[in-house]
């Protein structure tokens, strides 16, 4: 089936750790993005790439970086500089040129806590 | 700037009636689009329904469909006949940009629609 692939579900960082959450699509979506949804709010853009090789920050971007090698693939790291890292991670997909009703199309997302 | 507004927190909802779900926007842009997102305490958003700002028509999808009121700048989610399944955090969200040319969403802060046997 087609869909969007994050892992892990659940991640512990230590203090001062760099962790990098997975998220695969076989959609053949060219954008992908990556959300943070703290509890009772919705969901803030962090970044998000339009095409392979090339990404933009989004609102949140501080403290977190990313990577698009491939098209399939899109990685979040989250670094040390990021200071309140507990949140819960959505990453989506879409088409993003075209007719402006393309949904996008979400993961089951990773619930990061600090240890 | 742009902006989404859902001004009730939570809703309960007795099984098989109909609720609605508020949400108003701010945008400049002539071209925009709207939708609604479903997200279970599993936590993964599922896709309901979409409204572009020069459709004719509301938007309908099964037991969904979409009061758009341009000249107020709502479109509310309507849920008919509501199922137990249909208990969830729900968002409105808003395409950025105009004339399609980007595809990236502004978020509301969500309804907790909770729905009672």
């Known amino acids: 089936d087609g869909g969007i692939t994050q892992s892990p579900k659940y991640l512990f960082r230590k203090e001062g750790q760099n962790v990098t959450l997975s998220c695969e699509q076989n959609?053949?979506?060219?954008?992908m993005y990556w959300y943070r949804q703290d509890p009772g709010q919705g969901l803030r853009l962090i970044y998000y790439s339009q095409i392979v090789n090339d990404f933009q920050k989004g609102d949140i971007a501080e403290g977190y970086s990313v990577s698009r090698e491939k098209k399939e693939s899109f990685p979040l790291t989250v670094t040390s500089a990021q200071k309140n890292p507990t949140a819960f991670y959505l990453c989506a997909s879409s088409i993003w040129q075209g007719k402006g009703n393309q949904p996008q199309h979400f993961g089951d997302g990773t619930r990061l806590s600090i240890l | 700037a742009q902006k989404i507004t859902q001004t009730q927190p939570g809703m309960f909802v007795q099984e098989k009636e109909a609720v609605t779900l508020d949400c108003t926007y701010d945008t400049s842009d002539p071209s925009y689009g709207l939708f609604w997102y479903k997200q279970p305490s599993s936590g993964e958003m599922i896709f309901l329904i979409y409204q572009g700002s020069y459709d004719q028509q509301n938007a309908t999808e099964g037991r969904y469909s979409l009061n758009f009121q341009k000249a107020r700048k709502s479109a509310n989610l309507v849920i008919s006949a509501s199922q137990l399944g249909d208990s969830a955090m729900y968002f409105c969200?808003?395409?950025?940009?105009?004339?399609?040319?980007?595809?990236?969403?502004?978020f509301g802060t969500g309804t907790l629609l909770a729905v009672q046997p």
């Open positions: 969200a808003m395409r950025e940009g105009a004339g399609g040319a980007t595809n990236k969403l502004i």
């Open positions: 959609l053949n979506h060219d954008a």
